[in-house]
DNA sequence: ACTATAATGACTGATTAA
DNA sequence: TTAATCAGTCATTATAGT
């Protein structure tokens, strides 16, 4: 089976290094040898050697699948599909008995809070009418404490809100949508804490050294299944956001942190764009029901045109209201290009700053030599500080004195400014980042705000060796954490040129997170 | 040379229609 | 159950402007 030749099974690194010191790519060499086994080394390279092929073909994901189903077995596809079972829950399997009673129950419709607490009374072996009914009237007693409200931090459109109040008294089983749209909230957002509140981790994932890798929600098919069945098989967590700041960004972390009791850093950032621009609030027309932007991406193009027709469309009609159409195609560019208004009949994308504000960065974080593009390249490809914040949380406790990290694709540090904002001490960090103008102004950062630690810089992860993570791990014991989220680019769908998938020129990178993960694991004796 | 801008669809998942 | 439709996307590259 698959399984065995990886996931749990350590890799032979002596062998990996041997093929891409004979300049083979590394996510090849892992693929040829998951395919082949680690025995036999001419069978690997005739393996490599037959990846590589002659000149002329291509490297597109598309291909390379497809090609490694003629050649091998029906059995590995079906592996990879029964990780995923076409499930509405894909946690399912890793419930406990309760945690399955709560997701039938949230699966209804009801408060993941609610449905805890229903459980909890009610014990394991009520009647879902039973549980059902506890809810009910909690939620009758509820209305009447009016100061108990939800957190600021509430999501736009809660699932539960979206019944009208009149209906919700006399909900019975026959009324509930089984079926509400698709939200992206993981093992739980702040609006909903505690929507899953345990899951079981293989063996071989339990920390230390704990690891947290991101990437984007909405790659091309497998590319999770196959970056699942590289981390330990764990199921990546997807969560938006949306629920943590004014814009969406849908991404997915494989990560083996644990998920109780996390909370959030402060001070909250704006969760509407009403409240991250009161300024631009007398500008807003009443017909554009925006509430939050979409994804903060690394470019806009055509904006101006766009503003200038935008401004000519709106000013050729008398009166504040102009026709449904106009409406309709104005509101569909904003969308599509993520604007704001910022005058009269004016719209324009957000500048640096305001990208650096709703990702949770300092102000001015991304000054410092840099030109305009620059900032908006890194910050559109940066975490949002408060989220992964909110998942790095749970590490406070555990880690008072500080933490020594390992940070891939560091970026403009968005890893270290969440750790440092929730006030975890950074004892030693090895930030690996090739942009130079990235490198800048996480220094700068670093500079900044007085860090005592050391920081290490390397410039590509494929430069990193075996030894170089022993001589560190020799010099301050180890690594608390390894946190990274690998390139995109060939993943993003906004990418019209090369969405070549995870074995693609730059996303192939991922193969190198697996690749030192497991070292530093290896050398730290796990 | 460097910087800003415009042009360039396809794919994914969710929703709705058939 | 399946097909059509909808909305949205950590982007690349050629060209214009400075």
């Known amino acids: 089976m698959a399984s065995s030749s990886t996931g749990s099974s350590k890799p032979n690194f002596k062998l990996v290094d041997h093929f891409v010191a004979m300049g083979f790519p590394v996510w090849m060499v892992y693929k040829a040898i998951e395919k082949k086994g680690e025995d036999d080394k001419s069978l690997i390279l005739d393996t490599l050697l037959a990846y590589m092929g002659p000149e002329n073909s291509p490297s597109k994901y598309q291909c390379i699948s497809s090609s ?23 946690w399912i399997d890793d419930f406990t008995a309760k945690d399955k009673m709560v997701a039938i129950l949230v699966n209804m419709g009801y408060p993941a809070v609610d449905a805890l607490e229903a459980v909890e009374k009610c014990g394991l072996q009520a009647e879902i009418m039973e549980l059902t009914d506890y809810i009910y009237t909690a939620q009758m007693e509820k209305q ?32 509930i949508r089984v079926s509400r749209p698709k939200e992206m909230i993981g093992f739980g ?39 699942s069945r590289f981390l330990d098989e764990i199921k990546p967590e997807f969560v938006d956001s949306k629920y943590f ?48 932007l979409n994804c903060l991406v690394t470019v806009v193009s055509g904006f101006k045109l ?9 000013e050729s009609c008398p009166g504040d209201t102009p026709p449904k159409e106009v409406q309709e195609y104005v509101l569909v ?8 208004w910022v005058g009269k009949n004016k719209v324009a994308p957000l500048e640096p700053e305001e990208m650096e504000m709703i990702l949770g960065f300092p102000k001015n974080h991304t000054r410092g030599g840099t030109t305009r593009l620059d900032k908006f390249k890194a910050l559109g490809n940066s975490f949002q500080v408060d989220k992964v914040a909110y998942h790095l949380s749970v590490l406070k406790k555990e880690f008072p004195y500080g933490m020594n990290v390992l940070s891939l694709f560091s970026g ?19 930030s690996v980042e090739s942009s130079k103008v990235n ?27 075996i030894d170089m993570v022993g001589q560190w791990i020799k010099a301050f014991g180890g690594f608390d954490l390894i946190i990274g989220g690998s390139p995109c680019n060939n993943l993003a769908g906004g990418n019209r040129v090369s969405r070549n998938g995870l074995d693609g020129e730059l996303s192939s990178l991922f193969y190198h997170y697996y690749r030192i993960l497991h070292i530093v694991r290896d050398m730290m004796g796990r």
């Open 68 to 90: 490694s189903e003629e050649s091998s077995s029906e059995s590995e596809r079906s592996s990879a599909n029964d990780l995923f079972p076409d499930d509405d829950s894909p």
């Open 144 to 175: 009447h404490d009016v100061q108990f409200q939800e957190p600021a931090y509430a999501c736009p459109k809660p699932p539960h809100d979206d019944l009208p109040s009149s209906s919700r008294g006399k909900r019975k089983l026959c009324d």
């Open 189 to 227: 957002v702040p609006s909903h804490p505690r929507h899953i509140v345990e899951r079981r981790l293989p063996k071989s994932a339990l920390g230390p050294p704990y690891f947290y890798y991101e990437n984007v929600a909405y790659s091309p098919k497998g590319t999770w299944e196959t970056m």
């Open 245 to 292: 700041c004014a814009a969406a960004r849908k991404r997915g972390y494989i990560h083996n942190l644990p998920i109780l009791n996390r909370f959030c850093i402060s001070p909250k950032p704006p969760c509407t764009i009403q409240e991250a621009f009161p300024d631009n609030k007398k500008w807003w027309p009443y017909w554009d029901p925006r509430t939050q």
């Open 306 to 314: 766009l503003s200038e027709d935008i401004q000519k469309r709106l």
């Open 333 to 340: 560019n904003c969308r599509k290009q993520n604007l704001i």
């Open 412 to 430: 403009i540090g968005g890893a270290e400014v969440a750790l440092h904002r929730l006030g975890i001490p950074l004892k030693h960090v090895v």
């Open 439 to 465: 490198k800048n102004i996480f220094r700068s950062w670093w500079k900044e705000t007085n860090q005592r630690g050391t920081l290490i810089e390397i410039g590509d992860v494929q430069h990193i060796t």
